[in-house]
């Protein structure tokens, strides 16, 4: 913790306030010629988004991790959350898993995995196994997780995903990561060793000789498949210890999601998963039944980003324009403090995510107000909480809400 | 001193140049419906100012100390002067003391005290002894200060308040704080013992038995009174080895203030006070008188916060106006670099501090113009300085003062 968070942690105070972190994944984009010099933002229709804007709102642009550095769901959502996503990293492992709505413990070390070809010499021919389709891996995944259960008194929980993908859990006594790859990273080599990034941590090389002897129980149980006869393991990692959100702001916090990679995400600092709802109209409306229930809810919907990774300008529009429909029904129940942005900028002209500073709408009773009568990106560069790091986006709402005595006299 | 001061300090050269730092207390403030969407700068009419900026401006904002974080007038002003606040912690002692206009040294450890009332029993049964007259605080302070003047080879101050409040210093060798409070901060208590934050700190160990000590002689000197026979100890703090200005920047500062705590201020970082201005137009007068003697000069106006203190829009307003009024007396002797701004901002709308960046208006031969036509809350989201931390002003006065040679070639 630095000498800052520490400033803030002493400053806290409990007010009883409610605080709403609307993310619309992928929200940032750019303006381009061939739409027009127009961002989705711009071109789409947000009449009740103007109304908040103009009943008095703070806009601003925020650096989702560092300059120049685009982020994936992970650093971003935690950044939101108000973790320094270059202090707290979340391996790419703990990140699959989570994708795949799978429950992580702290101290669980986990890796995503592929199905891959061997030759008989033990070399890779294919790291993708040819694509197997998405039954066969669930066939596979079932044979080893029927068959290995523990590796020695560690618990191994085996998943599938998609095609050749799956995912690996550890989960017992001592356990770190992170460790190098099993993936050779090209065909025409064996699948390599994983190995401490840290040769003096225990708990690393724990999982070293845990993988190692992993390898030895699994093999032989796909050797007689022709083509997905081994697999390779990618970003072994470890559920950081991360104080939840309740620890660190005092705030129990509830988080309405649909997808389950930010279930996880928001699991991942103590979140309550809020299951059920399957349109933004029915997470307002859930978030309108919970009001009493929680302090501080994050809501997160998908389709922005997605649209944004299609590099379809249309459906990005169309994704906001059906936000915006759903939000007199998250209105309806204010709460003390309301931020709405995104994780990052998707724009739809670089088919996916960027480090383009994401635009930011902040509304409380003292977030003063900017004048400005939409929220978009070429507004939010003239708002008065110009461009700062997404994670003080927390702070700031911690400030609107009341939530700080003052620093020195 | 962090690297980046080092740097500053390597290529700062002394140019002759005169600076002007300009604060308007508690200047920033939010639009808001009830007063037509205009902060009391924009509602005031400034002729003056607005002048000032059409001649060649650059307007920005301040985080004054981190996102989210409303200071106190100490760390408020300590990052105008170029210190890091969260690095220069001044404690509430040291701040009250400067407040009642007492003259601190180096090493000295001040407390903010009250009188009590104590039962039979030493039990607090009123923290603040019924709220006793100011004389009556005076006429105890006057006892304690004539009996104790010592405990053990060190000195002990003792300055009355108003009503119930007062501090005590101690000044000798290896004193430090902060020490807790003997305020048990509730009744049906008894004082408690203060501690050393450190206790592995020689000075906060020898401050602890020295506040013992005085306890025990102090007391009895108290034993008659029905409401006041006891007191207790907050913020017991030690004044910080800053080092000052003149050290810093190769400066003669002056400060030119009408309030104690502004003066208190600018000693503890080495500046001269200017005593006998007691308005705005005298202090420029003085200034005017002054110019010649020092390389810098801090100007401190209060009446902006008071109002805002007191959510007295209008009366933001008419300071602000009283200011504007006055500013050509200082103008007929301009300085090479003026910087115009807050400690912080103090909404009139929130009654109080806030975190909201104030606003600054930078003017010198270098400053470049930002083409506005006045120096607003506004104008300032837009100007070329945009937002950034306080503690960096001074550097930015220093550059448009050509007090830095090219780091690196």
Known sequence: MSKLDDVYAKLQVKTGAKLALIVLDGLGDLATKSQGWLTPLEAAKTPNLD?????????????????????????????????????????????ETLGLGIELKNGDVAARANFCTLDAKGIVTDRRAGRIATEVCERLCGILSSKIKKVGTTE???????????????????????LTDTDPNREGLPIAEAKPTDPDNAGQKKVAKLIADFYKLALPLLAKEKTANGFLMRGVAHQPDI????????????????????????????????????????????????????????????????????????????????????????????????????????????????????????????????????FTETGANSGSLSVFEAKYLMRLMQANAKMFDKYGA
């Open 51 to 95: 109304a908040l804007t103009r009943s008095g709102c703070a806009q601003g642009r925020m650096i989702p991790v560092a300059p120049g550095i685009t982020p994936g769901s992970g650093p971003g959502h935690l950044a939101l959350f108000g973790y320094d996503p270059i202090e707290w990293e979340v391996g790419r492992g703990v990140i």
């Open 156 to 178: 191994v929980l085996i998943y599938p995903g998609k095609e050749h993908r799956f995912v690996i859990v550890f989960r017992g006594k001592g356990l770190e990561g992170p």
């Open 243 to 374: 104080p939840t959100f309740e620890q660190r702001y005092g705030l129990k916090a509830a988080a309405i999601a649909v997808y389950p990679m930010y279930k996880g995400l928001s699991q991942l600092v103590g979140m309550t998963k809020i299951e059920g709802p399957e349109t933004i109209a029915q997470q307002f409306e859930r978030y309108v039944k919970e009001y009493d229930n929680y302090d501080f809810f994050f809501i997160h919907y998908k389709y922005t980003d997605k649209a944004g990774e299609d590099g379809n300008f249309a459906a990005k529009v169309k994704a906001i324009e059906d936000f915006d429909a759903a939000l007199p029904i998250f209105l309806a129940k204010k709460p003390d403090v309301i931020a709405i942005t995104g994780d990052h900028s998707t724009p739809a002209a670089a088919k996916g995510h960027s480090w383009h500073p994401q635009p930011v709408l902040l509304h409380s009773e003292l977030s003063g107000s900017d004048k400005l009568d939409r």
